[in-house]
C-alpha cells in the first residue's frame, strides 16, 4: 500500500476546493469569489492500493511573501515537499494562471499542472493544447472539469505517476539576466552545501538576491528541524523527459 501527499496550488478561484471536495468527499468552503480558503484544509482517499492525502492551499496569485496566504502555500510545497503538487489553472485564463504555474516549477520539478472548467473553456470556444503546455513546460498536463468529475481518473493517473517516479518530469528552467545568473552560479553551491540539498537551492538564491526577510527568517527555523525525510534524489531532475 502506497501512500502520497498531493498539494494543490493556484490562483483564486481556480476550482480547488472543488476539486479537493471531489476527490475527498469533504465539503471545504467553495464559491464565485476569490480568497475563500484561508487556512490549508486536509482530506484523505484512497483508490486501489494507493492512500492519497489531499492539502486544499489557499488561492494566490504568486508564491513570495505577500501576504499570509502566499507564505502558507509556498511555506508548503517548498518545506513540507509534498509528493507531488498540482497546479490548478482557470482554462479560461490561462495566460494569467501560467505564471503561478512557472514559480511552483522554480520551486519543485514533481508537479502535475490542471487546467480546470474545461467545460467552461469549450462553452466558449477555446482550445487548449494539452500536449503543448506539457512539453514546454516540462510536466504532464491535464484537463478536468472539477464541477462535472470529468478527466478526475486521468488527473489521478498522472499524479500517480509522477509519485512513484513512473514519470520524471523535467520542469523548463527560466534564465534571467547576466547578471542575476552570474550571482546564481556563485550562490547556488553555496547554498546547496549549507543546507545539504535539502530545499531546491536555485529557487533559494532568487529569493536571497530579492532579500526575501521573511523567507530567510523561515529558512532559519526549517534548518534548525530533522532532515532525515529528505533525500538528495528528491530535487535533482530526472532524465526522463515527461510524455
Ligand atoms: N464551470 C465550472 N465551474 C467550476 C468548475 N470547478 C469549479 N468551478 C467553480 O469555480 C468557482 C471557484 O471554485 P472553488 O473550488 O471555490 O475555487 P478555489 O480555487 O478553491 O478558490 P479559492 O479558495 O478562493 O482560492 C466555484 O463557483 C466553482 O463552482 C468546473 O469544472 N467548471
Ligand atoms: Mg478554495
Known sequence: MSSYTIA?????????????????????????WAGKTV??????????????????LPGTYSLYSNSADEEVARDYIVFDQPDVTV??????????NLNLALQVLEMTSRVVVCVNLIDEAKRLGIHIDLEKISKRLGVPCVAISARNQIGIENLLDQVEKVANG???PTPVQ???????????????????????????????ALRLLD??????????ERMQEPAESF???????GQTVCH
Open 39 to 56: 487556512v490549508m484544509a486536509e482530506g484523505e482517499f484512497a483508490r486501489g492500493n494507493t492512500t492519497f492525502r489531499i492539502i486544499d
Open 166 to 168: 513512473t514519470i520524471v
Open 87 to 96: 497546479v490548478v489553472l482557470d482554462a479560461t485564463s490561462l495566460e494569467r
Open 231 to 237: 533525500g538528495e534524489e528528491r530535487l535533482t531532475h
Open 174 to 204: 527560466i534564465t534571467y539576466s547576466d547578471q542575476i545568473e552570474a550571482k546564481l552560479v556563485e550562490l547556488e553551491p553555496l547554498i546547496a552545501k549549507t543546507m545539504n540539498r535539502r530545499f531546491p537551492t536555485r529557487w533559494i
Open 211 to 220: 532579500g526575501d526577510e521573511s523567507l530567510l527568517k523561515t529558512l532559519r
Open 8 to 32: 494543490l496550488a493556484g490562483n483564486p478561484n481556480t476550482g480547488k476546493s472543488t476539486l479537493f471536495n471531489t476527490l475527498t468527499g469533504l465539503r471545504q468552503h467553495t464559491g464565485n
